[in-house]
């Protein structure tokens, strides 16, 4: 059985990731979507809360299992049973992160894959945290997180739902 591990900080989930889990999800018999801590990040949302925002959004998909680990990525993935990684691009500045990350997970496990993705175009420019951003400030998020993603946004700001 082939297994695939989407790996993110998903804070929050946006119809980007959304695309990379649903073409995952056609392609591997069992995808994980498992949300890490990035070091380089400061959350908005915390664990539990993005736990069930990816839940909500991907519980059309029967092959998706949403999980959370504490810990290195190729830790989790052994412990799974994993040795596909999957990653979106979205455009060059990705590469060079990606890259690294790529490379340095290999090393720490030989067995590892890392598999990319392209973005959709309608998806270059769409990141977390400029949602984050959009919706700190009052405007439009719809159209680029699901909407239930969108409410738990508009009440982390104290705008009403
Ligand atoms: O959505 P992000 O923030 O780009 O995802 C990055 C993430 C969470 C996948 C990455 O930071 C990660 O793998 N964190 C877990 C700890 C780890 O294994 N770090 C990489 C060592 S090369």
Known sequence: MAKALCPGSFDPLTYGHMDVIERAARVFDQVY?????NDAKNPLFTVQERVEMCREAV???PNVTVDAYHGLLVEYAKRQGISIVVKGLRAVSDFEYEFQMAQMNRRLDAELETFFMIARP????????????????????????????????????GRSV
């Open 33 to 37: 979507v498992t949300i890490f801590q």
């Open 59 to 61: 519980a059309h998909l």
């Open 122 to 157: 309608e998806h270059a420019y769409l990141s977390s945290s400029i949602v984050k951003t959009i919706a700190r400030f009052g405007g439009s998020v719809t159209g680029l997180v699901p909407p239930h993603v969108e409410s738990r946004l508009l009440r982390k700001f």
